[in-house]
């Protein structure tokens, strides 16, 4: 008795001296977390005053500067004079050889991405991929003049005037059995503020490391008032670009076209930091702007158990669709999100047919810090018809790289692998192109590219005012889940605990997301007991079917995958959802 009083007394003061001791050590473990930001933001703002003092130089003495510790044989390279005074200069990835390409398993999962155990690791291979190097002539032609411009102006608005009087009055073959575009309507300008709710990610991510993100249980402080299904719609925002490469004769053009509108789709994740909703199976999402945009689409929930969703979009002169899966790695200080799957785009005009997958994107910080997004890694576009490519090098974001941040460079090349175009820019900010005039060959073997003047292929428009308040949404995104009339009854819009967090109450949406999880899994429960009675009476049992999609094989790359029945917008101009599940509450 004795011995345990002495072990109680001597337990009751370590308690109580680390009760006193406590407040302190907290205090001291927050000034340390405020100073570590307030010397990440340091350094941050270091590097990019770096690199714009050093992208000035370039400019100022129209020549590049030599990287500390770089090998002068690499770096210095003489080539024979070229025929117009050099203008600016930069680099571009070549594609790598066959045998060097991004082995995938049958399921389409790049393996190389599967096995980088760190984001650091891709810079280490940079130096084994083959570059070019790029020189933009100077044209001696004289400047327009001022009556030309006017000239080619009142051409360029009476075109676009053209355009928008065939897009309203016109009924295009893809509005084939519906109803004339209606009028534009009004669209809302913003969503409601987000609140101020605190709350530790780490103290809930901390028990998901090597967990697959789609199964981490997440409250929505931690989402957007976005659904998965609304997110891969955002990725339409920018397709003008399409509009612009349906009106393109060269094949060349109509690629860098389409390589800068694969290459917006990521300008929205910069500042987007918030996990949008993983939809429910059967979950649906329509987005019809025939009248404004020039598109419409339509997403499914196709699968559970792996997550997938099913997308197609229509527009004058092309559609889109696409099967879309990822996997994840949470390995603490950051999320990697690996896409897997293809995008599928045609027009209709030439039957040129291309298709690319996306790179990998990475959360960082998860830890301590201020989060922030990156997308990295290489895609390959390739056109089936004619065996055009255009291979995209997505930089890697370093604090200490002399590299333009988010930096986005590609080439062009056709079915003889003689390059075409050549792509320069970022993926938040705008993309550049321009036509290879000639190629040559430095004394070191590497390949020299002299360019026509450059264009702008995309740009990325502002966010509204005041965005930063709620989510950073972009005008299309405020709009996306905007309450709309005769949508199916699975549509995101409807969706209860999304709503609720819109409009602030993220206590009752969080009630409500648990109520909507738990009658789904109650719903995959009876599909698996009626499964298990089938089996054991000798019956078939159908598995579970998309409403709007069905599997079918893919011609291109001879895989299993759901393709739109164009059954949606009949039935939605009859209001016939009699089809549709019941999964909301």
């Not at 009248?291 to 689409?297: P, Q, T």
């Not at 298709?355 to 910080?365: E, S």
């Not at 995209?392 to 333009?404: D, V």
């Not at 719903?523 to 007991?529: D, G, L």
């Amino acid at each position: 008795m004795t011995g345990n009083f002495l072990c109680f007394q001597a337990c009751s003061e370590f308690y109580e001296l680390a009760e006193v001791n406590g407040r302190r050590w907290q205090k001291m473990l927050q000034h340390e977390h405020d100073q570590r930001l307030k010397l990440e933001e340091m350094v941050e703002q270091l590097a990019k005053d770096q690199a714009s003092l050093e992208n000035k130089a370039r400019k100022s003495f129209h020549q590049p500067t030599q990287n500390p510790g770089s090998n002068p044989s690499d770096d210095e390279d003489f080539f024979d004079a070229l025929d117009h005074q050099v203008e600016d200069e930069f680099k571009v990835a070549l594609p790598p050889k066959p045998e060097k390409l991004h082995r995938r398993t049958d399921s389409d999962f790049s393996m190389e991405s599967y096995n980088t155990n760190d984001v650091s690791s891709e810079s280490e291979s940079e130096n084994t991929i083959s570059e070019a190097r790029v020189f933009t002539a100077k044209t001696d032609s004289p400047q327009k003049t001022q009556k030309e411009i006017l000239k080619s102006e009142h051409k360029r608005t009476s075109s676009q005037d053209k355009l928008k009087v065939r897009q309203l009055t016109s009924v295009d073959s893809l509005n084939a059995g519906s109803e004339l575009v209606s009028p534009k309507r009004v669209r809302r300008t913003r969503i409601p503020e987000r609140p101020n709710y605190s709350l530790n990610l780490w103290s809930i991510m901390k028990n998901c490391i090597g967990k697959e993100l789609s199964k981490i249980p997440m409250p929505v402080n931690f989402s957007e008032p976005l659904s998965m299904l609304q997110r891969i719609t955002e990725e339409f925002e920018y397709a003008d670009c399409l509009e612009k490469a349906v009106r393109c004769d060269d094949s060349a053009e109509q690629m860098a076209w389409v390589a800068a509108f694969t290459i917006s789709a990521f300008s929205t994740t910069l500042l987007r930091t918030g996990k949008p909703f993983n939809p429910l199976l059967g979950e649906t999402y329509e987005c019809d702007r025939l009248d404004d945009l020039g598109w419409r689409n339509i997403a499914e929930q196709v699968s559970h158990h792996p997550p997938a969703l099913a997308m197609h979009t229509e527009g004058r002169g092309w559609t889109c669709w696409q099967e879309f899966t990822m996997t994840s790695k949470f390995r603490g200080k950051y999320l990697q999100i690996i896409p897997l799957g293809i995008a599928h785009l045609i027009f209709h005009k030439t039957g040129n047919h291309y298709t690319w997958r996306k790179v990998t994107t990475t959360v960082h910080n998860i830890i301590v810090g201020k989060l922030w997004v990156d997308n990295h890694g290489e895609m390959d576009i390739t056109n089936h018809k004619n065996g055009d490519k255009c291979h995209l090098k997505y930089s890697a974001y370093s604090y200490f790289s002399r590299e333009t941040p988010r930096k986005v460079t590609g080439v062009i090349t056709d079915s003889t692998n003689k390059p075409k175009w050549v792509l320069t820019g970022t993926w938040d900010s705008q993309m550049e192109g321009a036509q290879i005039l000639h190629v040559e060959e430095s004394n070191k073997g590497k390949p020299v590219f002299e360019t026509g003047p450059h264009k702008v292929l995309w740009k990325c428009r502002p966010l509204p005012p005041g965005s930063e308040k709620y989510y950073n949404f972009t005008s299309l995104a405020v709009q996306l889940n905007e309450p709309e009339d005769g949508v199916a009854p699975t549509d995101s819009r409807l969706r209860p605990d999304q709503r609720l967090m819109e409009d602030g109450k993220w206590d009752e949406s969080n009630n409500s997301k648990l109520l909507l999880e738990e009658k789904q899994r109650a719903s995959r429960r009876k599909r698996e007991a009626e499964a298990e009675k089938a089996a054991a009476e000798g019956r078939d049992y159908p598995p579970y079917s998309a409403t709007w999609f069905k599997k079918e094989k893919d011609p291109i790359t001879g895989n299993q995958i759901h393709q739109f029945t164009g059954k949606y917008w009949n039935c939605k101009s009859r209001q016939d959802w009699s089809s549709c599940p019941d999964i909301f509450l």
